[in-house]
């Protein structure tokens, strides 16, 4: 059990998905509450009680959306995505749970006037994660081993010569001064570097890195060529120079001629590894 808790996990949800989802259950929570009045809150009466009531909607958005975009921010290195386990998705959604629950608490004690104290709060967090821990356990795993079946048995290449004839790339940084040229079937993989772009390619047998000053999008724009392409929002590769393609819950694994390194493909750029087949 513990060891799964350990294996790779997908963890590259789009920010629109992430709003979409905090602001879409901050509108269901708001109109339950509204519609239905469950928890004795057809005994509460108040001019102001449907702004109350959808406030406790307004608090689920705002929670999951601090936890979504400011929590990594603040701890980058723990949600990177190469660094997401099983275990890890399963505790970032009971922290979500929780910090819900204690959100709306201390909602329900300055707007409601309820009284509180540290074995309720106490209870109320414990029942919640006693309720939410088995489904979401269940959920993960079955999230797990779906992706780990799709990624897990990947096609392989079956010619490693290379395959594109050699020509000229030319990369011009932002400045449009700045230039690097070199053989096509000397690039290896482009990583972006927040606003600078590693290129990494041989020059004489030996590996070198040049740092260019380009957005990796904006170098995308400049290669023309079917087999250099993006696999990721941080990587272009040379598929010319894939020997292997491994595979976990994350996604396909690109592994590179004369290089110590695993290019990372982002599930929807799945399909350049149908190529392979």
Not at 93 to 115: A, G, R
Not at 169 to 196: C, G, Q
């Amino acid at each position: 059990m513990f060891k799964i808790l350990q294996q790779p996990y997908p963890h590259s949800d789009s920010d629109r998905r992430k709003i979409f989802l905090s602001l879409g259950a901050g509108f269901f929570i708001g109109l339950f509450l509204i519609y239905f009045e469950p928890f004795g809150i057809n005994d509460f009466h108040s001019p102001n009680k449907i702004s109350i009531l959808f406030g406790y909607g307004i608090i689920t958005s705002a929670t999951m959306l601090f936890l979504y975009f400011i929590v990594p921010k603040i701890f980058p290195n723990y949600f990177k995505e190469e660094n997401w386990t099983v275990g890890r998705e399963i505790f970032f959604f009971m922290l979500n749970f929780t910090l819900i629950t204690l959100s709306n608490i201390l909602y329900s004690v300055l707007t409601l006037s309820i009284d509180s104290n540290f074995y309720a709060i106490f209870n109320m967090v414990g029942y919640t994660f006693i309720l939410g821990i088995f489904p979401m356990v269940g959920i993960v795993l079955s999230n797990y081993i779906y992706h780990l079946k799709q990624y897990s048995t990947p096609p392989q290449p079956t010619n490693t010569s290379e395959q594109t004839q050699s020509s000229e790339l030319v990369l011009v940084a932002e400045n449009e001064k700045d230039t690097l040229r070199l053989s096509t079937l000397n690039l290896l993989y482009i990583e972006s570097s927040d606003n600078y772009s590693t290129v990494v390619f041989l020059k004489d047998e030996q590996i070198f890195k040049e740092l260019i000053r380009s957005s990796l999008t904006r170098l995308e724009g400049q290669i023309q060529l079917k087999s250099i392409v993006r696999c990721h929002r941080s990587f272009i590769v040379n598929l010319d120079k894939v020997v292997k393609i491994s595979g976990n819950a994350q996604g396909f694994k690109l592994h590179l001629k004369e290089i110590d390194f695993i290019v990372p493909v982002a599930r929807k750029y799945s399909e350049i590894v149908e190529q392979f087949r």
